[in-house]
């Protein structure tokens, strides 16, 4: 029998419960939060789709592997598992463990960017962006023109647009210390990167003798769309193809809040032996000593156990699927979102959703807040809000008005999914009568974490 049904792989040993709130209820929490979902306290959401970073639920075997940590300052034994796991997956000779993805972003980059230096990446997320700028370097965002589009279908819509690449590495190569790309590209939708443009990076990169970096937050869930997608994968296993994604690279930055199925941790790992001093002395500085960066050794132990979990395909097709489930639905009733579906995350379109609301009445925040008053349903607005503010103090929309629908891993069941769908098309159906907002007081850098808005009319 082939069964059509494809179910959670795991069965519920230990459970949280969420609170029932009722509308005023939230009318008057959002309204105290500055109508800004970030300010909420979490126990005031039904079911929280901020991210997937950090979310995820462990298994009875990460657990288990935390209770058997060794907690040495210097060599623990915790280190050493990760170390082997780590090398084992992305073949790199140097892994630099991190306290979150961040961090080994941070400690990359101080130690190789000079100012006016590029870094192209299909598209950069914020904090790799923020890393880069810091340093005064342009983060330069190259990803193919199918992948700006939202109902642009592709099946690889995460790719780099490697005549571009070129063309910089031409004309510019000695402004480019190295060349990153982002799987799965989160800042355009959770969309996956094939393994021939990666290999088409790699060749670039010879070419014109730049490193190439992974930021891999992703990997696993990029491995599954390449084992579904590409031609010659179907019958790989979905770590053979992790496996040969990082052979194409020279090192990478990682989450473990994503695809190390951990609640925090990261690492940066590398080939290149001077880069990896410079960076194990950084990390002494800011993190800790070069066997735990910033982690316990019960963190490391969690994050040594999910990398194994995270290639399981059981787990990446119910993953994949499960997202695509929630797009499909929606697809169907006419909600317009980011197409197909990405691995991570269902990216709703709230410009295309609200015409009524100009882009800097925010209509990502409008679809935000009502999601939460209706239903409440936290999303993320990525749009004029959170991209909007330039650095000389105008304002301008952002490329796109997106509403983030994060799914945390293996933590909501397919009736929580039914419900967000149902949700997001009865908020679609009302969408006359949203309207936009304003915002009261913002800081003048990174405002959508922290801004105070008031609805309009
Ligand atoms: N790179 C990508 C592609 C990410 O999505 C993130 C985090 C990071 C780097 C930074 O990792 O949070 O461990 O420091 N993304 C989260 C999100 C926050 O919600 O998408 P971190």
């Known amino acids: ?191 996956p990167v094939s393994m021939e443009n990666l290999r088409g990076v790699r060749q670039l990169c010879d070419r014109y003798k730049k490193p190439f970096f992974l930021d891999a937050c992703r990997f696993a869930e990029n491995a599954w769309f390449i084992k579904l997608r590409e031609a010659g994968y179907a019958d790989k296993t979905p770590k053979a193809i992790a496996q040969e994604m990082f052979a194409l690279a020279d090192g990478c930055t990682m989450s473990a809040k994503k695809d190390g199925l951990a609640n925090i941790g990261g690492f940066l790992a590398m080939n290149n032996d001077e880069w990896a001093e410079t960076a194990r002395n950084l990390l002494i500085l800011t993190e800790g000593f070069p066997t735990y960066g910033g982690l316990a050794g019960y963190d490391l132990e969690a994050v040594a156990r999910g990398l194994e979990e995270v290639v399981e395909e059981p787990y990446l097709r119910y993953r994949i699927r499960s997202t695509e489930y929630l797009g499909e639905k929606l697809i169907a009733a006419g909600v317009p979102i980011i197409r197909p579906p990405g691995g991570h995350a ?47 103090g105008t304002e301008a ?28 098309i009865e908020v679609a159906a009302s969408r006359a009568k949203l309207t936009g907002y304003r915002i009261v007081s913002a800081p003048k850098a990174l405002r959508h974490f922290t801004a105070r808005l008031e609805p309009l009319a």
């Open 1 to 191: 029998m082939n069964f059509r049904t494809i179910i959670e792989p795991f069965r519920i040993k230990s459970v949280e419960s969420v609170k029932f709130t009722r509308r005023e209820d939230r009318e008057a929490a959002l309204r105290a939060a500055g109508f800004n979902v970030f300010r909420l306290p979490a126990e005031d959401v039904l079911i929280d789709l901020l991210t997937d970073s950090g979310t995820g639920a462990m298994s009875a075997l990460q657990w288990s592997a935390i209770m058997q940590a060794d907690e040495s300052y210097a060599g623990s034994r915790s280190f050493y598992r990760f170390d082997a796991v780590v090398r084992d997956l992305t073949g790199f000779t140097h892994v630099i463990p991190t306290h979150q993805g961040r961090a080994a972003e941070r400690i990359l980059f101080h130690s190789i960017l000079s100012p006016g230096q590029i870094v192209p990446n299909n598209n950069h997320f914020d904090t790799t962006r923020a890393n880069i700028e810091v340093e005064r370097a342009e983060a330069l965002d190259l990803v193919i023109p199918e992948g700006r589009i939202p109902h642009v279908i592709h099946p690889f819509k995460g790719n780099v647009d490697l005549a571009a690449l070129e063309r910089v590495l031409q004309e510019q190569g000695d402004r480019v210390p190295l060349v990153m790309v982002t799987v799965t590209n989160n800042s355009g939708g959770g969309q």
């Open 397 to 424: 929309p952002g490329a796109m008005d997106l509403v983030r629908l994060a799914i945390p891993r293996r933590v909501y069941t397919q009736s929580h999914i039914d419900y967000v769908a149902e949700a997001v």
């Open 346 to 392: 269902i990216y709703l379109d709230a410009r295309a959703l609200l015409p009524q609301v100009p882009p800097l009445q925010y209509p990502g925040i409008a679809l935000v807040n009502e999601l939460y008053l209706e239903a409440g349903i936290r999303g993320v607005e990525i749009g004029t809000v959170m991209f909007g503010l330039h650095p000389d």
